[in-house]
């Protein structure tokens, strides 16, 4: 086996270059100019973000029996806001160049240049701070008024709360006991930069668990845990990732104690996640603005009271780019280099690459065959065009894990090559074994650190 001599860290620009040149993410709009903040996911981004809102999913409800999903709507009635606090609360202080007419956040800006008043990029004279509602606003119906105005949710964790006696009385659960949910969010952002990192529009996953009062340090420690045990799962490194904790000055209206789960992003540690001890405002608030009795009854302990909520509350499309930025490795090989996505085998785009060796003497529908064999079981790619080594480097850029050749050999003994992504390793294999060997392989998966 050839010397591997990896090289792991990368820039923005090369991640952002791969992910326009294999599909991964496209600018929105871009036939005519882009639109700030918007991105498509094309063929092999849609299938990863697809993979990872499954591992999601399938973590925080399948593997549990007191936790279920719900899909809210988007749009939902405007006193949903006001009871969140997200129409008196959800600003963040802006600042204008009067020379170039950038728009800052004040809290972001370098401490000279707010004390001084002078813009970063240009050195005009920036305004005074003002505050800026983050929520999109929109009305329902043919006249725009205040009865027909609706916003365009800043989460999606509301309508987990609205829905809490409903999903009580359908699926008869008790506390504790969790409600999960994956969609688009909305917010007016004045500052998005880093690719998709920070956006207009995105997709949260997130979780609100309802405890008894009493408990709320037990099981803010156990989802604190478990969320970071699950990154790690996904194929993550622990190495890049750490919890921080919100200081007094910039805990939201609504927590009690938050930590972020933060990874090495290319542009320095950010937020990956937050798990937030919500109390009892949400479904308090709910109440109050509604006129509805949201207490639970708790036959057990014999007693009525508002439940607490332990939030997990992860951005799916950020996800995304962890996911990339920690997979992204250049390699230099004794006569060669190569990029290699080492994504997880479970949330790769395209799981197995098969290839025949030559165009000819029947390899090509052998191949086609074996390919269909698989397709059953595995996201596949068959590709015929070029040489061989060549055709491992498309998909070692795309994070494929596996790849499948068929050669003379297969028609004699109908065995193939199966070649490992991380290693380069190949080894013969008969055609009936691939299948579990390629599971046990995904089953067994460690990315060496």
């Known amino acids: 086996m050839a010397e591997i001599t990896s090289a792991v860290d990368v820039s923005m620009e090369k991640l952002v270059s791969l992910?326009?040149?294999?599909?991964?993410?496209?600018?929105?709009?871009?036939?005519?100019?882009?639109?700030?903040?918007?991105?498509?996911?094309?063929?092999?981004?849609?299938?990863?973000?697809?993979r990872i809102q499954n591992f999601w999913w399938r973590e925080m409800t399948q593997l549990h029996d007191n936790i279920v999903g719900i899909d809210a709507a988007i749009m939902m009635h405007p006193r949903v806001w006001e009871a969140s606090g997200h129409v008196e609360n959800f600003n963040d202080p802006l600042v204008d160049c009067k020379n170039c007419k950038q728009r800052f956040r004040s809290d972001q800006l370098p401490e000279n240049a707010l004390k001084?008043?002078?813009?970063?990029?240009?050195?005009?004279?920036?305004?005074?701070?003002?505050?800026?509602?983050?929520?999109?606003?929109?009305?329902?119906?043919?006249?725009?008024?205040?009865?027909?105005?609706?916003?365009?949710?800043?989460?999606?964790?509301?309508?987990?709360y609205v829905n809490f006696k409903n999903v009580i009385q359908t699926s008869r659960l008790k506390v504790p006991f969790g409600v999960a949910q994956v969609g688009k969010a909305f917010r007016n952002e004045i500052t998005t930069k880093n690719f998709i990192f920070r956006t207009c529009e995105f997709e949260q996953m997130e979780m609100q668990y309802f405890i008894h009062p009493s408990e709320d340090e037990k099981w803010f420690e156990h989802w604190k845990e478990k969320r970071f045990e699950s990154y790690e799962?996904?194929?993550?490194?622990?190495?890049?990732?750490?919890?921080?904790?919100?200081?007094?000055?910039?805990?939201?209206?609504?927590?009690?104690?938050?930590?972020?789960?933060?990874?090495?992003?290319?542009?320095?540690?950010k937020e990956l996640e937050g798990i937030h001890n919500r109390t009892d405002y949400d479904l308090k608030r709910h109440m109050e603005f509604s006129g509805k009795d949201l207490t639970y009854l708790d036959d057990i302990r014999s007693e009525r009271y508002t439940p607490y909520v332990i939030e997990t509350s992860a951005g799916l499309t950020r996800t995304v780019l962890t996911v990339l930025s920690d997979a992204y490795e250049e390699e230099e090989l004794e006569a060669d280099k190569r990029v290699v996505m080492k994504l997880h085998p479970m949330i790769a785009p395209v799981t197995v690459g098969v290839f025949?060796?030559?165009?000819?003497?029947?390899?090509?529908?052998?191949?086609?065959?074996?390919?269909?064999?698989?397709?059953?079981?595995?996201?596949?790619?068959?590709?015929?065009?070029?040489?061989?080594?060549?055709r491992y480097r498309r998909q070692d850029e795309i994070g494929t894990p596996f790849c499948v050749t068929i050669d003379y050999q297969t028609k004699e003994d109908h065995t193939v090559t199966l070649r490992f992504r991380d290693s380069m390793e190949q080894v013969r294999v008969r055609v009936e074994d691939l299948v579990p060997l390629i599971k046990k392989s995904i089953d067994e998966y460690r990315r060496n650190e």
Request: net charge positive.
């Open 356 to 390: 025949p060796l030559v165009k000819k003497d029947g390899l090509l529908e052998l191949a086609r065959d074996i390919e269909l064999g698989l397709r059953g079981e595995y996201s596949t790619f068959y590709d015929q065009g070029g040489a061989i080594g060549r």
């Open 233 to 269: 799962k996904m194929g993550i490194r622990s190495c890049k990732m750490r919890f921080r904790r919100h200081g007094p000055e910039e805990l939201a209206h609504y927590a009690k104690i938050a930590f972020d789960i933060e990874y090495d992003f290319p542009f320095g540690w």
């Open 19 to 50: 992910c326009k040149r294999r599909g991964f993410i496209y600018q929105s709009s871009e036939i005519y100019g882009g639109l700030s903040s918007a991105w498509d996911y094309g063929p092999l981004g849609v299938e990863l973000k697809n």
């Open 116 to 160: 001084q008043k002078r813009c970063p990029e240009c050195g005009g004279e920036l305004t005074e701070p003002r505050q800026f509602n983050l929520m999109f606003r929109t009305h329902i119906g043919p006249v725009e008024n205040d009865r027909s105005l609706v916003y365009l949710r800043p989460e999606t964790a509301q309508g987990i």
